[in-house]
């Protein structure tokens, strides 16, 4: 299945806290507290919240009200998903363990993962939370102006279980993998999308449930390679 969108998007995304001193042009390594180099986090609608403690980041969507989808759905122009970036140039590989919280309501579609960005075309792999442990996959997916689009799933990692997930560009080239222990990886798969040399990277969520949803990330790294 593919989706493009011609929706030109500006950059004018409300913030909320986590403010966080711009980082350097290259850094490697994981990610100080989720504060070192990292931007403020992206609340459109103002009531998700993102708590901090140690090398672990807390993401909560609340209850779902008429109408509010917690969604990153580009070609409808929805951008309501909870998010925190940061810079990154050229090539590099960054992953994140996501784990889920426990949820009554873990069957009806909500996912989380990393997000990839230059405003106008998202790239996302998320883990998909599912109370149907035989069946569970993450989602890789490209939308946005001038992207040509892709959206593919792959099994993926029991959600009882925290698991990684890993995007690495090349070039134009952007491979998706994720792993149970952060040792062994599997391939989702491999596409080729022109984006900037600049980009943001960093976390993201989706809800579209009744109950409060909630994630936590840790152990995020960004390896940049060297021009």
Not at 81 to 100: I, K, S, Y
Not at 125 to 145: F, K, P, W
Request: overall charge positive; hydrophobic content about 35%.
């Amino acid at each position: 299945m593919s989706r493009c969108s011609v929706i030109f998007l500006c950059g004018c995304l409300a913030g909320a806290a986590l403010a966080a001193p711009a980082p350097s042009s290259r850094s490697s390594g994981r990610a100080v507290a989720w504060l070192s180099g990292w931007g403020s986090a992206v609340d459109t609608r103002g009531d998700c919240s993102f708590g901090r403690r140690a090398d672990r980041l807390t993401l909560t969507i609340p209850p779902l009200k008429p109408g509010r989808e917690y969604r990153l759905r580009v070609p409808e122009n929805e951008l309501n998903a909870p998010r925190l970036l940061r810079d990154v140039e050229g090539d590099f590989t960054a992953q994140v363990r996501v784990g889920f919280f426990a949820s009554d309501n873990a069957d009806c579609g909500g996912c989380a993962g990393l997000l990839l960005t230059d405003g106008k075309t998202f790239v996302t792999l998320q883990r998909v939370a599912t109370s149907d442990n035989l069946n569970v996959y993450s989602r890789s997916e490209i939308v946005g102006q001038g992207s040509g689009g892709f959206s593919g799933r792959a099994d993926g990692i029991p959600t009882h279980s925290p698991g990684y997930l890993r995007i690495q560009r090349r070039g134009q080239s952007l491979s998706f993998t994720f792993s149970v222990d952060g040792r062994v990886w599997e391939e989702a798969t491999t596409k080729t999308c022109k984006l900037p040399h600049k980009l943001k990277i960093g976390i993201m969520a989706e809800g579209a449930i009744e109950g409060a949803f909630a994630v936590w990330f840790d152990r995020f790294s960004l390896v940049q390679v060297s021009e």
